[in-house]
């Protein structure tokens, strides 16, 4: 699926480019979402994500929704067709996937997606929900790092969604938020997915 040396996590994928179109088809709306090689759920729509979608609480309706690692915009665009009077942010470090992102919200009709890379969202925002499906195989130690980076900008009553596999450190990630101050339960357990909630 990618090169070797190269990953969705990347900034700049060396796999060659081959784009395939996918539809996201949920009880509550359907988008088509164009994917790509070097990017995460090329061809398909991630088994976990579909579970998040379908099972996380809805998002804030208004404020500012965050989904980190955004990809081809398949958490992203379903929060901002669900809440049109938010503002989604799709972050990804892959320039390759943000491109995609933004052409999905174009072709899909959602104006009101900003995408952008990590450190181009301004300081002074703060989320109300933050929706995710992170990126465990970056390793725990950056994985940790990115997180806390988030959800240290969680509005007072925000909440986050996270979808993460039990063979992939699920349990540990739980007890490990919980430990950081922010308390962590399970919604839901599905072909070894877990759906992780957190608060303040």
Request: with cysteine; charged share 20%.
């Given at each position: 699926m990618?090169?070797?040396?190269?990953?969705?996590?990347?900034?700049?994928?060396?796999?060659?480019?081959?784009?395939?179109?996918?539809?996201?088809?949920?009880?509550?709306?359907?988008?088509?979402?164009?994917?790509?090689?070097?990017?995460?759920?090329?061809d398909?729509?991630?088994?976990?994500?579909?579970?998040?979608?379908?099972?996380?609480?809805?998002?804030?309706?208004?404020?500012?929704?965050?989904?980190?690692?955004?990809?081809?915009?398949?958490?992203?665009?379903?929060?901002a067709?669900?809440?049109?009077?938010?503002?989604?942010?799709?972050?990804?470090v892959?320039?390759?996937?943000?491109?995609?992102?933004?052409?999905?919200?174009?072709?899909?009709?959602?104006?009101?997606?900003?995408?952008?890379?990590?450190?181009?969202?301004?300081?002074?925002?703060?989320?109300?929900?933050?929706?995710?499906?992170?990126?465990?195989?970056?390793?725990?130690?950056?994985?940790?790092?990115?997180?806390?980076?988030?959800?240290?900008?969680?509005?007072?009553?925000?909440?986050?969604?996270?979808?993460?596999?039990?063979?992939?450190?699920?349990?540990?990630?739980q007890?490990?938020?919980?430990?950081?101050?922010?308390?962590?339960?399970?919604?839901?357990?599905?072909?070894?997915?877990?759906?992780?909630?957190?608060?303040?």
């Open positions: 990618t090169a070797p040396g190269s990953h969705y996590f990347d900034e700049e994928p060396t796999t060659d480019s081959s784009p395939r179109v996918v539809q996201l088809l949920l009880p509550d709306l359907q988008l088509a979402l164009t994917t790509d090689r070097g990017v995460f759920g090329y398909r729509i991630d088994a976990g994500t579909k579970l998040l979608l379908l099972r996380a609480p809805a998002p804030a309706p208004t404020g500012n929704l965050l989904d980190i690692g955004s990809g081809t915009g398949a958490i992203a665009l379903t929060m067709r669900r809440c049109p009077a938010a503002t989604v942010w799709a972050v990804d892959n320039e390759r996937a943000r491109d995609l992102c933004r052409s999905n919200a174009e072709r899909n009709g959602l104006t009101n997606v900003n995408v952008c890379s990590p450190d181009d969202v301004p300081a002074d925002v703060t989320f109300d929900t933050i929706w995710s499906n992170p990126a465990i195989r970056i390793g725990k130690p950056a994985l940790h790092a990115m997180l806390l980076r988030w959800l240290s900008r969680l509005s007072p009553a925000g909440e986050v969604v996270l979808v993460v596999h039990k063979h992939l450190g699920s349990d540990s990630l007890a490990w938020l919980s430990g950081q101050g922010y308390p962590t339960t399970r919604l839901a357990s599905s072909s070894g997915y877990r759906i992780l909630h957190a608060t303040h």
